[in-house]
C-alpha cells in the first residue's frame, strides 16, 4: 500500500442533505469503515475556516480532497452544492457522481423545453416547487456533472440510483470498498495530467 493510502485518502461526499440525511450519513460513515477520509459537512468533517462562510469553507475542502463524490438529488438546496460541483469540475478534480432516478428521468422528460434548438440553455424554470422536484438546477448540476455536450471519451459516469439502500449502496461499495486499487487508479489519472 502507497504512503497515501495509509494516511487515509481524502474523499468529499458533496451532496444537498434534505430528503436523505439518514441515506448520506450511512454513505459517509460507511466509506469511513473502509478507511477513507470523509469530507461532509453535514457529518461535521470539514474543517470551517474562522471568519470564513460555509461556502469558502466547502470550497476549501473540494480543493483539498483527492477525490470529490457528488451526489445529484431532486433538492436543490442552498445551491452550495451546486458550486462545489463547478469547482471541482474547474479544477479538474478527480470525481464520480449518483444521481437520483428522477433527476436522470426528468432531465429526459424536460430536455425538450430547458434547451433551443442549438442546445443552449433557455429561460424555462419550473413555476413551483414539487414534491418530485424543486429547482431546474438540479438538471443543471447533472448535466454539467457528466459533462454534457463533451465527446463521449470526455464525459464521466454518473450511477443512477432510485432506492440508496438497493441501487446506490451497491456502487458505493464497488467503487469504494477497495481502497488500495481505489488509490492506485488515481495515482494513474494523476499520471496522464
Known sequence: MSKKAKNKVKVMVSSTVNHFKTELEQLCYTLQGYGYHVLNSHIGTIYSIPG????????????????????????????????????????????????????????QLLKQFMYDQSGDRNGFTLIKKTPVMDDLGVIDMYNEAVGDGQPLNKRLWAQEFYKYSLDGAPFVDTQFNNIERFWADLEKLKALK
Open 52 to 107: 470564513k462562510s460555509p461556502e469558502e469553507s466547502c470550497l476549501a475542502a473540494v480543493e483539498e480532497c483527492d477525490f470529490f463524490f457528488g451526489i445529484i438529488l431532486p433538492f436543490y438546496g442552498s445551491g452550495i452544492t451546486h458550486t462545489e460541483f463547478k469547482r471541482a469540475i474547474a479544477v479538474n478534480k478527480p470525481r464520480g457522481f449518483l444521481a437520483h432516478h428522477d433527476v436522470a428521468f426528468s432531465r
